[in-house]
T-cell receptor, first 114, second 112 residues
Framework: DVKVTQSSRYLVKRTGEKVFLECVQDMDHENMFWYRQDPGLGLRLIYFSYDVKMKEKGDIPEGYSVSREKKERFSLILESASTNQTSMYLC?????????????FGSGTRLTVV | GNSVTQMEGPVTLSEEAFLTINCTYTATGYPSLFWYVQYPGEGLQLLLKATKADDKGSNKGFEATYRKETTSFHLEKGSVQVSDSAVYFCALINQGAQKLVFGQGTRLTINP
């Protein structure tokens, strides 16, 4: 089974801190994604990466950046955390051109910014 | 652009009731359609999918039929269980695209 592992299930950070959310997948998928999930808003795409060092902005990239130095790892960075970034963050991966198989998701990181 | 609209939640049912969660979509081309489920405290899991018109996806007693004429992909189950309590997401992806488009999710609670 493909596994997508997010390093933390729960995280509490202070306003202004730099925050790193890590995601690792073990099936050599080219595509990786970061979403945030908020009640009533569903999943919103923050960033997408289709290869090492390649990235593309999603629908809500403001306040976030990403890093993909190795194929298996995709990091989401909150440069200066704010309370409106309190949310559930979900990482996913997929194979290009294999749309039939959908995405494989991690278990999520619930981030609280105080 | 592409979009997915799901029925408003939350939905609360009694055990063994019939379930329908409505999903309609707007897309250019011929998308593949998906239902994902998120159990409490977990990430999303693929529940079922359909890749062309009139296809029926099914899994764990859930079914959904790809209806091109009504641009719909409604999720149904004949007899729900408490363990079906979760958030359900409808999604689509266009041919050749890399990014899923999700609906807003529907929270389902089943009472014993």
């Amino acid at each position: 089974d493909v596994k997508v592992t997010q390093s933390s299930r729960y995280l509490v950070k202070r306003t202004g801190e730099k925050v790193f959310l890590e995601c690792v997948q073990d099936m050599d998928h080219e595509n990786m994604f970061w979403y945030r999930q908020d009640p009533g808003l569903g999943l919103r795409l923050i960033y997408f990466s289709y290869d090492v060092k390649m990235k593309e902005k999603g629908d809500i990239p403001e306040g976030y950046s990403v890093s993909r130095e190795k194929k298996e790892r995709f990091s989401l960075i909150l440069e200066s955390a704010s309370t409106n970034q309190t949310s559930m963050y979900l990482c996913a991966s997929s194979i290009p051109g294999q749309a039939l198989y959908g995405y494989t998701f991690g278990s999520g990181t619930r981030l609280t910014v105080v | 652009g592409n979009s997915v609209t799901q029925m408003e939640g939350p939905v609360t049912l009694s055990e063994e009731a019939f379930l329908t969660i409505n999903c309609t979509y707007t897309a250019t081309g011929y998308p593949s359609l998906f239902w994902y489920v998120q159990y409490p405290g977990e990430g999303l899991q693929l529940l079922l999918k359909a890749t062309k018109a009139d296809d029926k996806g099914s899994n764990k007693g859930f079914e959904a039929t790809y209806r091109k004429e009504t641009t719909s992909f409604h999720l149904e189950k004949g007899s729900v269980q408490v363990s079906d309590s979760a958030v359900y997401f409808c999604a689509l992806i266009n041919q050749g695209a890399q990014k899923l488009v999700f609906g807003q999710g529907t929270r389902l609670t089943i009472n014993p």
